[in-house]
């Protein structure tokens, strides 16, 4: 398993543009990065909050919705996120995302 | 009467009867009294002086004998009391006075007319409750005046006078206890002991010894008790003070008659002779209640205690966010692989990578973040509305003192302060004219003017100069560093470091300095303009032989060595500059103390000389300054030099790409030199900067342009080190080049001006400009490009107007001709002063500079204008190529068909054989008829032959 995660990754990582990925766990917590370790903790912990906000907010909106994806175009760089769709998953309380920088 | 008569025979007896009665105290002699008192006029209201016996009477007896008293006092003769009264005085109080009485205190018989005349008699003004009676000492005194020894008071005359209160106390006696009828205190001391104890002293009279007994062991407080009313007189004061009515009141009538009331008042006038007193003069007097002085003044002062506020607040902390206070919970490395292996790990990579790959690719194909709206309308308004396509006037300046009736030679703006220009004034004379006004001209000064917008009226400093300035240039690094050449070849360098405040002054900010200055305490020069003058001036014998056309500062992160050599700059200080002039050559000068040694020298033979208030930032060069390389421009052919007036190199301040190229050539020692170059001196262990080109364009005063590489090499058959041969030259101007300027856009790309015309050049196209205007009608004076607008330039011309060229409109034509000064220009040089305003400062031959704004239109790039215009110059560049081929085709194709004509003819005549004496004649003949036949019709065309008498050619 851990193989196919690393050769996915690397795929994603191979884009053009691509500067860093990093998996996070549904705490917040980093499990996998490319990127250095302050870093790293910044954007999981700046991050997670913000998808878990924009996520409730999609899902106040109409219940029976969930967000998929959430790009965010900054000035000098993009960020990707994507949390799992807890209503496939079997485990409500895991919530992930892959946080790629994809510099403009 | 028969009193007086008695008075000294009775005295006697009395005194006699008197003392019986007090050694003796027998009953019979109370009697006696008794009886001799009835026979008294009851009326009298004497106390009867035998009233002194009864001293010692028994206390059983007291008010029987007060009774008796009574009866006899009005039996007593008066006569018979005054002659008592001198007579006890002497004796009797020794004994009774003795006993009770305290010090000072004397018994003292005052007779009925003595009590009379002090308002105290005996049971009416004092009564036994009421003893005491204070009698005024003013009044004894006056007694005992009038009265002299009859005065009762007399035996104490001395005591009363010594006496220091007011008023003297004396008490009734009322049962003679002490001998005589009243007791007198004669002391402060004694009178308050009397008043004190009267109460003492009466219970002494009454029943002494069981009341001292009972005050001893009880002291009870028996409240006092309303007592009935007992009228001592005072209702009678109260009636005598009040007001009664005693008359009936008066009653006044006063009538008027009826029709008289509320009738109109009428006034008139009335002589004052009329009636006697029909006047009164009113007239001022001084009241003398009001011409008192103030002499004293009472006034107080009251101090209070100083008040002091204080306050105490407790510390605020900021808060912070608890986010970034902690540690952010991390996995181990063994967790994180743990949690790396677990299935749904996996599963969600899996999953989301899908999406993360469209997004990746969405990105990949088109830039969805590319805003249309900034791109919209291309060349909508490229040259649209006319409206806003004009210059406006902005600002002009003019001295009447300094720059009237003097061309401006030279116009910069100031690098770094906005609003401030300068420009140099020279006379407008040509040389002959100057020689021969050699007198006025040295006389004037020559002077650099730099004006700001804030003062448009007075320069803000006036730079001196040696001679004329033809050109001058700020340096871009130290702007308050400026360098001039000037007309006779020197280069002359100031430092207005003292005066750079003044120039950053705003606008406006002239006047209100004035106010800030004490009154009184103005200085006289704060408004005149401050002149500056030169700190140095170069060797003149290692100067230039002709005025100094062109100068400019080398770029900031360059230098060039001795050799020619372009270095990098560590120190990233402009100190180099180049100038030309029309004695054939580009000098390149240096501002660095080169030999320390020598500058010492020079520095202690010269303190002395350098001016007052002149900054010695350039002493070390002043007099001594000499040109580290020379480039001479000569001929590739034999026949003169070039005599250049504008050049043009193609580093320029602020582009530090020949360094980076530099760097990336030798990477290894690069940050060594960058860290080491800093503040240190040019060592020669500089880095040679290998992508700088070393070729300089030059225009000459006969309209060529040259190009040159400044770097000496040895020459071949002298083998002296030398400037080599230019690398090519075109004659292209019809007069003398007075622009070389540079695109800032394109730095292969330069613009000349010289005569009538002007051409483009692009740096590594030799065979000539890639374009060339036709002959202006008029003289141009000068060019420049746009700042901002790679394709626009602006020139001047004599007739005081101003092209405007887009070559992306027209080249063939300005886009724009507009006339700014009724005078000739002679410079331009337009600058961006901020984001939004553009100014092109314009100096004409009258010594005017006008500020003009360039409109939006002329001042904003067009989108992708700098791709268009390069690739309008790669078209041109083409053009040039094809243009350079056809002519070398014709050239061939020419060359081909001269050499095949020669060829042919050469044939021919080979062919032929040297005609025969025969053949010649045929040919002379038939030469001679065509020639006849050639006249006559000619002769017929102009009719002066007629057909018929054609003479025949062989007659």
């Not at chain 1, 053009?16 to 790293?40: A, F, Q, W």
């Not at chain 2, 105490?312 to 952010?328: F, I, L, M, S, V």
Request: contains cysteine; negative net charge; charged residues 30%.
């Amino acid at each position: 398993m851990a193989a196919e995660v690393e050769e996915t990754l690397k795929r994603i990582q191979g884009h053009r543009g691509v500067t860093g990925t990093i998996v996070v766990n549904s705490e917040g917590i980093p499990i996998k990065t490319t990127l250095d370790n302050s870093t790293t903790v910044q954007y999981a912990s700046l991050i997670h909050s913000l998808t878990a906000k924009a996520r409730s907010t999609v899902r106040d909106i109409d219940p029976s919705n969930d967000l998929k994806f959430l790009r965010i175009r900054s000035r000098k760089n993009e960020i990707m996120c994507a949390p799992v769709r807890t209503d496939m998953k079997g485990n409500i309380n895991i919530l992930m995302h892959i946080l790629i920088l994809f510099l403009s | 009467m028969s009193e007086s008569d008695n008075k000294e025979v009775s005295s006697e007896g009395n005194k006699e009867e008197t003392e019986k009665n007090v050694e003796d105290n027998t009953a019979e002699n109370k009697e006696a009294a008794q009886t001799e008192e009835k026979e008294k006029d009851s009326s009298q209201p004497e106390i009867d002086a035998n009233a002194n016996a009864e001293e010692e009477v028994p206390e059983g007896k007291k008010a029987e004998k007060k009774s008796s008293k009574m009866k006899a006092k009005p039996g007593k003769k008066e006569s018979r009391t005054k002659e008592e009264v001198v007579e006890p005085i002497g004796d009797i109080p020794e004994e009774a006075v003795a006993e009770v009485l305290p010090e000072n205190v004397f018994p003292l018989f005052m007779t009925s007319k003595t009590q009379e005349i002090y308002n105290c008699k005996c049971d009416e003004d004092v009564t036994e409750e009421n003893p005491f009676k204070f009698i005024p000492k003013s009044d004894i005194l006056e007694d005992m005046k009038m009265r002299a020894a009859v005065c009762d008071f007399h035996p104490f005359k001395q005591q009363i006078l010594d006496y220091p209160g007011d008023d003297v106390l004396i008490v009734y006696d009322y049962e003679f206890k002490h001998g005589q009828n009243f007791i007198v205190a004669l002391t402060e001391e004694a009178k308050e002991i009397l008043l004190k104890a009267p109460e003492a002293e009466e219970g002494e009279g009454g029943e002494d010894g069981e009341e001292e007994e009972e005050d001893d062991t009880v002291y009870m407080y028996i409240p006092p008790e309303p007592k009935d009313w007992v009228s001592l007189g005072s209702e009678k004061e109260i009636e005598e003070s009040s007001v009664k009515e005693t008359r009936r009141k008066l009653k006044v009538s006063v009538k008027r008659i009826r029709r008289e009331f509320g009738a109109p008042v009428q006034f008139s006038d009335r002589n004052v002779g009329d009636v006697k007193d029909g006047a009164i003069d009113c007239s001022s007097y001084d009241d003398q209640n009001f011409d008192i002085k103030r002499i004293e003044l009472d006034k107080a002062v009251q101090a209070i205690s100083e008040q002091v506020t204080e306050g105490t607040q407790t510390d605020w902390k900021y808060p912070r966010n608890a986010n970034t206070q902690t540690y952010p919970r991390e996995y181990t490395e063994d967790e994180q692989a743990a949690l790396v292996q677990t299935k749904q790990c996996g599963d969600f990579v899996q999953e989301v990578a899908f999406d993360f790959h469209l997004a990746l690719q969405q990105n990949e194909i088109m830039n969805v973040f590319y805003v249309d709206w900034i791109h919209l309308g291309d060349g909508d308004d490229a040259f649209g509305s006319k409206a806003d396509n004009h210059l406006k006037e902005y600002q002009s300046f003019t001295d009447l003192q300094f720059s009237k009736d003097k061309m401006i030679t030279c116009i910069q703006w100031h690098p770094t302060i906005k609003g401030v220009v300068a420009t140099s004034v020279a006379e407008k004379l040509s040389f002959d004219q100057r020689i021969d006004n050699a007198a006025k001209v040295i006389m004037t000064p020559s002077l650099i003017l730099i004006w700001s917008f804030a003062d448009p009226i007075h320069p803000q400093l006036i730079l001196e100069a040696p001679d004329d300035i033809f050109s001058f240039a700020f340096n871009p690094t130290d702007p308050n560093h400026i360098v001039g050449g000037c007309l006779n070849g020197q280069i002359v360098m100031w430092d207005i470091a003292a005066h750079a405040d003044r120039l950053k002054q705003q606008r406006g900010s002239n006047r209100n300095k004035k106010r800030t200055v004490l009154p009184g305490f103005e200085d006289p020069n704060a408004l005149k303009t401050p002149i500056v003058r030169y700190c140095a001036v170069s060797s003149i014998e290692h100067s230039h032989k002709a005025p100094v056309t062109d100068i400019q500062w080398l770029p900031d992160h360059m230098q060039i060595n001795k050799m020619g050599v372009p270095q990098e700059n560590g120190s990233l200080q402009c100190t180099q500059l180049l100038s030309c002039a029309t004695d054939h050559c580009v000098m390149l000068w240096d501002t660095k103390a080169s030999k320390m040694h020598q500058t010492a020298m020079y520095d202690e033979k010269r303190k002395s000389q350098q001016p007052s208030g002149v900054p010695d930032t350039f002493k070390h060069l002043d007099l001594t300054w000499k040109p580290i390389l020379r480039v001479t421009l000569s001929k590739s052919e034999p026949g003169g030099d070039h005599a250049p007036t504008k050049f043009s190199i193609q580093e320029r301040q602020g582009d530090r790409s020949a360094l980076m190229s530099g760097t990336e050539n030798r990477e290894g020692d690069s940050t060594q030199t960058m860290q080491g170059g800093f503040n240190k001196p040019s060592s020669g262990k500089e880095r040679t900067l290998q992508g700088v080109k070393t070729y300089v364009y030059v225009g000459t005063e006969d309209g060529e342009i040259v190009y040159a590489d400044w770097m000496p090499q040895k020459d071949q058959d002298t083998g002296k080190i030398q400037t080599p041969k230019p690398a090519y030259y075109h004659v292209t101007h019809d007069g003398p080049v007075q622009s070389m300027q540079r695109s800032p856009f394109f730095k292969d790309v330069l613009l000349s001006v010289g005569g009538w015309t002007l051409a483009l050049w692009k740096e590594g196209v030799s065979s000539g400009p890639i374009l060339e205007s036709s002959a202006c009608h008029v003289k141009l004076s000068c060019a420049a490009w746009s700042p901002t607008r790679p394709g626009v330039f602006f020139v001047a011309k004599v007739d005081g107007s101003v092209d405007v060229w887009d070559l992306l409109d027209k080249t063939h034509e300005p886009a724009l001709t507009q006339s700014v000064s009724p005078t000739a220009i002679m410079q331009i040089y337009p600058f961006q002063v901020t984001q939004k305003q553009q100014l092109i400062a314009v100096g004409d031959i009258a010594g005017t500079l006008h500020i003009l704004e360039i409109p939006w239109s002329l001042r904003q790039a067009t989108p992708n204008e700098t791709t268009s215009v390069a690739n309008y110059i790669e078209r041109e560049v083409k053009r040039r190529a094809f243009v350079v081929e056809r002519w070398n085709f014709r050239e061939r194709e020419k060359r081909e068909i001269e050499a095949e004509a020669k060829k042919k003819a050469g044939g021919m005549a080979a062919a032929m054989a040297p005609p025969t004496e025969e053949e010649k004649e045929l040919r002379l003949r038939q030469e001679y008829e065509a020639y006849l036949h050639e006249e006559h019709n000619f002769l017929r065309e102009l009719g002066i032959v007629q057909d018929e008498e054609i003479p025949l050619p062989a007659a």
